[in-house]
């Protein structure tokens, strides 16, 4: 058994204070490529003429590991698409509690684990600080892919902070979008700068984030280019509330009413973003210092407030931006709703149940435009 690895997860810890609030060693070589043709004979993993047997489908692979019980799940925020997946196939909704470590993987515990992509995902294949190197021998089931994908990191603020700040709300998302638009066309770049700012993360790890980031930003749920970046795109946002409608449960009634009655328009408004990309850069900001409490530690996960930071793009629209780290006891819903930071970043699914629950929030920019969500498995295992 290889020792625990303390350094991952680190993205997925922070769902806990944000949904809560709103409602072995390192190996140096890759491991072993799946069994050869006489090794699957000796296991009895061959067709009746000898040859090896064909490999499951992903269907096949999610049907084997959920009825042995070994689908796995932080149970966090984000095991919303892990039930609508394994409902979609008319399997049982149930799931492994798993650890923030890929170590239950490692042992095959979980057979089938959850990983964000540019996290655990890479942590898995990668033999870097912290890696377990399996490098190609794994596989994943992608949220995406399977049309149960759940939008993630995007901008927020309270209404009435929007209405009586639109310049410093518009001035904001121009400078962010920008920061963007910078770090997903030099991830390497981004990467170091987050490093810079005290990353969580390796060097090494930082870099393959900042790659793996740049894809969900510029990249929706079907595989297309995303040509405008934070756009709030109609069919991603419902698809998101009407699964997070079906699988969330609110346990006080009147928040659970309010929930399933909300629309996109309850908790978003598309005005400010509108704004900032007709912009000419210049703003008359009513707000000249604000700050903005990311859902966890500095890393590439949100690289671009990072980079708008460091490149001067804030200081540019008349802001003096603080860049605040999550994952303490307050979460960033109720930071920005009780106003101790101005703006946050969350899950379009913890902003709705922040609303259903008495909150005031709305979003004004979508970051990510796909889930970065998948289960990964081995292929000696299926």
Known sequence: MRKRKWIHLLTVAALSTTLLAGCGSDKEETKTAAPTQAEATDAGDTT?????ATPMSKEEVLKKAATEG???????GNEYEILALLAKYNLPTEYLSQDFTMDGFDDDSVTLASAMTYNELGLTK???EGGYGYGDTVDIIDMNDEGVAMLEDNIFCTKKFAEENPNTVAAFVYASLKGWEYACQNPEEAAEICYKYGSSVSADHQ??????VAKLVYTDMNGAAVSEIGK?????MQQTLDIAKTYVTLEDATAAEKFKSLTLDDIRDTSFY???LASDGKFEVEKSKVSIQLKWLPQAQFMGYFVALDKGY????GLDVEIISGGGDISETTAVNNGTVDFGVTWLTNLAVADAGGMDL???AQIYQRSGLVLVYKLDNF
Do not use: C, H, P, R
């Open 48 to 52: 009746n003429s000898g040859e090896t």
């Open 314 to 317: 804030y200081e540019e629209v």
């Open 70 to 76: 070994k689908v796995g799940n932080w149970g966090l």
């Open 126 to 128: 990668n033999s870097y």
């Open 362 to 364: 709305v979003e004004i």
């Open 274 to 276: 509108d704004t900032a």
């Open 207 to 212: 870099s393959y984030m900042a790659s793996e």
């Open 232 to 236: 709030m795109d109609d069919t991603a």
